[in-house]
């Protein structure tokens, strides 16, 4: 699959309603799949799926995991994923996968194993910090019984689509149960870039989650790019085309050059926290209003990162940014305490 076959092996949605007990299964016009477009009970689709996948689809509406990630082999031996979560204890949604595309969905092989563990860092209003605007998703694996965890233990095929599995789903619960506008970063590196289910991946979260434009953020990173920036660039516009929004990140530090912010349609920027250290330099200052401006007459949104004090926020809102994120107001967090922040409580 190409950057500019973003579709392929995405087939359409399916919502299921706990309390009726009722399927939805959402397909396109030309889909391989579209006989099973409808709304089914569990009885009435059993007759298309073996004796397995039934039983299995039992247990993954009907059990007690969030997560919903169930492989189905129909009865004349064509194979679909559901892949999504439960929104509350009454409904859960997520996409219909296909092909290639399924194991690009949730790596089991190759993919960063049962021990990744994503947590959660707010990124919060600079006008009024205690107003969560959005989260960072972050890789963290578990090291041990005593909870402690890792970050970037591994860099494998699985890890970005299984975060941004993670990240989209968490983000659709968040968004439905507190009814506020958020959004959710997720890192990119110059390899996933290079994968060739990425784009089909992303526009299959976002419709399958059903997420508004641009609330899924990728972060990108110049020196990610670095191997082919024009390659880079073609799959970041397929991916901003698929509904992602597209934030360049670590701006100020390497190359941090002006025709990769011109040629990136990008929505937002992040300042390297390295620069964020050296907030009350005068001349950091003057880069750092500057940029600013900028960023803003390009339409993007500006994000100070690494913010460990007062002092440094006090900063950043004299220099017109939009968005702070650090220690100052929250190390990262696992999903169930950072819908706790949001006022929201665990499902």
């Known amino acids: 699959m190409s950057a500019r076959d973003p579709k392929q092996g995405y087939e ?28 089914w009970s569990l009885e009435g689709l059993g ?8 039983n299995r689809l039992q247990l993954s509406l009907t059990g007690s ?50 021990d990744l563990q994503p947590v959660f860092q707010p990124i919060v209003s600079v006008a009024d910090t205690e107003k969560i605007m959005g989260f960072e998703a972050l890789a963290r694996w578990k090291l041990g019984p005593d909870n402690a965890y890792a970050a ?27 009814g506020r506008d958020l959004f959710v970063h997720v890192n990119l590196t110059g390899r996933d870039l290079e994968h060739a289910g990425l784009v089909g991946l992303v526009e299959a979260v976002i419709e399958g989650f059903q997420l508004p434009p641009h609330t899924l953020r990728l972060e990108l990173t110049e020196q990610a790019a670095l191997r082919d920036a024009g390659e880079a660039i073609e799959v970041a516009k397929a991916l901003k085309a698929a509904g992602a929004g597209l934030v360049l990140d670590d701006f100020g530090s390497g190359h941090s050059s002006f025709s ?36 803003h007459s390009l339409g993007m949104t500006i994000t100070g990162e690494g913010v460990e004090a007062d002092w440094q926020l006090d900063a950043l809102r004299r220099l017109g940014f939009d968005y702070a994120q650090g220690f100052a107001f929250s190390r990262p967090m696992l999903r169930e305490a950072a819908s706790e922040r949001l006022g929201l409580s665990a499902l």
């Open 12 to 39: 359409g949605h399916w919502h299921w309603d706990a309390p009726a007990r009722r399927l939805s299964l959402t397909t396109g016009t030309n889909s391989a799949f579209s006989d099973l477009r409808g709304i």
């Open 47 to 54: 007759p298309l799926l073996d004796g397995f996948s039934r």
């Open 65 to 114: 995991d969030v997560t919903v990630n169930c492989a189905l082999n129909l009865s004349d031996d064509r194979q679909i994923q559901l892949v999504g979560a439960f929104l509350s204890k009454r409904e859960a949604q997520g996409m219909i996968l296909s092909g290639a595309e399924m194991a690009n969905a949730v790596p089991e092989q190759e993919g960063p194993g049962p």
């Open 152 to 178: 970037n233990r591994y860099e494998d095929e699985g890890l970005a689509s299984n975060m941004i599995l993670h990240a989209a789903e968490a983000l659709a619960d968040w968004r439905a149960r507190s």
């Open 260 to 295: 990769w912010l011109a040629d990136l349609p990008a929505d937002g920027l992040k300042i390297d926290p390295a620069l964020t250290r050296r907030i009350g330099e005068p001349r950091t200052d003057a880069i750092l209003g500057a940029v600013s401006n900028l960023a």
